[in-house]
């Protein structure tokens, strides 16, 4: 019954375009590969024969993805929602869409940039004495139709994980999304799918999709670095949802989800790491429905160096935010009456190249009316975008009653850099990064850009469960070389540092891919 309501609630919207304006009457596509081989910089034989690897992003992906087509009417913003729409899928940057006045009505050039996204490359990171090793064989760009099929072999302290996964944005040229993904462990294994028609457009008046997850693994509790507490969980994930936009006024859209789900965990086995039994988490036993509300806004602007040195990203203004309300009941297959509460917020500023935000966001359960499993976090952060300048972070995270397979462990891993990951036990953390930094280079071999910069962090733990929380106030200093890779899909940063700890115990390096913000 319930899972006939959704798809009810799916059904029950219709689709709609945009009125006002001139009229599009025609609309080119203007394609560029990896490389212009035109320039002089780029014209040798590797970069000819990386263009030449390279399938150019089809015309007919670029255009699926455009929320306008000719015979519309002109709409600036639909221009500018379709430039975001292309970039987030990683392998379009730059991206530039601009129209111009001709005879009986509009022209718009869409023009794009493809970056590289065939990869086969060696992973490696370290956390002062903890490693990650792996390769993985992928393309985000599949034949050139925005499709992903990725391989990748990972050996990292938890386990051993060998990933085969395939996304479709588009499926059959349709706007809807399928996902799935098969893992094996050394302790386990995962199974993924997701089908959906997301909301993938300020104005898309309807979406809805089902998930579903298996997982079954050895899980760990940390302390000083180690794994000190192991047993074993099989966990079991299913939701089908659908939702509807209800009204839009000015620059907000509001929506109305709803959702059928259902949850089992189950625990075995969990021992100290000298043997002796550990209180196993609880099973539990989720069913029931969810409603959702959404307030969403088409407040977003275009910067260079925000997390990446050089790439275009879209931040948000907002503000946006998101509530949902969900009961599990014997009723419908839970263990016994649950409430399941969820929300979150996002707001920004940008003040000329500077970019401020605010983020918040809890959730958590009550069993029988008491509250559990309760995560509530918040961060506040500015950052001077473009090639130089000083930024900034402040992030809480605090837990009431959480799950006994749940910690907030405190180290380089979360931005206290100069210890090693999972340092310090705890439920509730806080942490905060200043950090100045400058790009040192230009596109070096049309490649990558070379920054540099210096940093402190500080942070805390506290309510530790299976070690020592951070006894206080924690930091630490430390300078590094940053590597923007500008030709590779989505945001790639290398982080080369060295950093001091306070508690004079020597330096830590650290080889990281992606940002601290």
Known sequence: MLAGLVIALLAAADLGGPAGGVPIVSVRVVRFNVFDISDPSTSAWPYRAANALHVVTRERFIRSLLLFEEGDPLDPAALKESERLLRATGVLQPVRISARAVEGGAEVT???????????????????????????????????????????????????????????????????????????????????????????????????????????????LWSRGS????????????????????????????????????????????????????????????????????????????????????????????????????????????????????????????????????????????????????????????????SQGLRARVALDLGHDLDGDRQLTLGANVGLRGWEPDTFDGTSRAVANLEWRRQITGEVLRLGVIGIEAFADFGASWRARVGPDSEGLRADAGVGLLVDSTRASFVRIIRLEVVLPDDGSGPLFLLVGGPVF
């Open 110 to 220: 869409v023009e794009t940039h493809d970056q590289w996204t065939l990869e086969a490359s060696i992973a490696y990171g370290r956390y002062g004495d903890r490693e990650n090793a792996g390769f993985t064989v992928s393309d985000d760009n599949l034949l050139g139709w925005g499709k992903t099929l990725e391989l990748e072999y990972r050996d990292r302290p938890e386990r051993n994980t060998t990933m085969l996964r395939y996304l479709d944005p588009l499926l059959l040229g349709s706007r809807w999304r399928l996902s799935v993904a098969r893992t094996e462990a050394s302790d386990g294994s995962e199974d993924a799918l997701a089908l959906e028609y997301p909301f993938f457009a300020f104005d898309t008046r309807r979406a809805g999709g089902v998930g579903w997850l298996r997982e079954k693994q050895t899980d760990h």
């Open 227 to 386: 794994k000190v507490v192991s047993g074993a969980a099989l966990r079991r994930d299913f939701r089908l949802w659908a939702g509807r936009r209800i009204e839009t006024g000015g620059d907000a859209t509001r929506r109305l989800t709803l959702a059928a789900f259902g949850e089992a965990a189950r625990f075995e086995d969990w021992r100290w790491q000298d043997g002796e039994p550990y209180p196993k988490p609880l099973d539990r036993d989720l069913a029931g429905f969810e409603v959702g509300w959404e307030h969403q806004t088409e407040r977003w602007e275009v910067v260079q160096g925000f997390r990446a040195l050089v790439r275009q990203e879209d931040v948000p203004l907002g503000p946006n935010w998101r509530v949902g309300l969900g009961v599990s009941l014997p009723a419908f297959g839970g263990d016994f009456e649950r409430t399941l509460v969820r929300g979150d917020v996002v707001k920004g500023w940008l003040t000329g190249t500077r970019y401020t935000w605010l983020k918040a966001d809890v959730s958590g359960r009550f069993d029988r009316s008491d509250p559990n499993n309760v995560l509530a976090r918040f961060e506040a952060g500015t950052a001077q975008t473009g």
